[in-house]
Nanobody, 116 residues
Framework: QVRLVESGGGLVQPGGSLRLSCTAS????????MGWYRQAPGKERELVAT???????NYADSVKGRFTISRDNAKNTVYLQMNSLKLEDTAVYYC??????????WGKGTLVTVSS
């Protein structure tokens, strides 16, 4: 069983920055890709960014140039640096991990609120 715990969410003004972290714990062989998704009120969950174990990244068009995903394989941790935050970035942010020879796991989410 793998557990993912997100942290770093909170309230920030438009134009501000936040850094989210997500750490995987438990018994597993290796994690392939990790990613961040978000779900705003009344909307479906959507991709924000993903990163492979080889550090290849993919971003949603809406966050390109503002968000940066990174990971520390030794710590089984993925980060999301969010800059120039906009009102429409308000959502619950979830991380996931694709565990080799197992399945995709999800965290419980961390709330990011962008408001003046």
């Amino acid at each position: 069983q793998v557990r993912l715990v997100e942290s770093g969410g909170g309230l920030v003004q438009p134009g501000g920055s936040l850094r989210l972290s997500c750490t995987a714990s438990g018994t597993f062989y290796r994690i392939a890709s990790m990613g961040w998704y978000r779900q705003a009120p009344g909307k479906e969950r959507e991709l924000v960014a993903t990163i492979t174990s080889g550090f290849s990244t993919n971003y949603a068009d809406s966050v390109k140039g503002r968000f940066t995903i990174s990971r520390d394989n030794a710590k089984n941790t993925v980060y999301l640096q969010m800059n120039s935050l906009k009102l429409e970035d308000t959502a619950v942010y979830y991380c996931n991990a694709n565990v080799i020879a197992d399945r995709i796991y999800w965290g419980k989410g961390t709330l990011v609120t962008v408001s003046s």
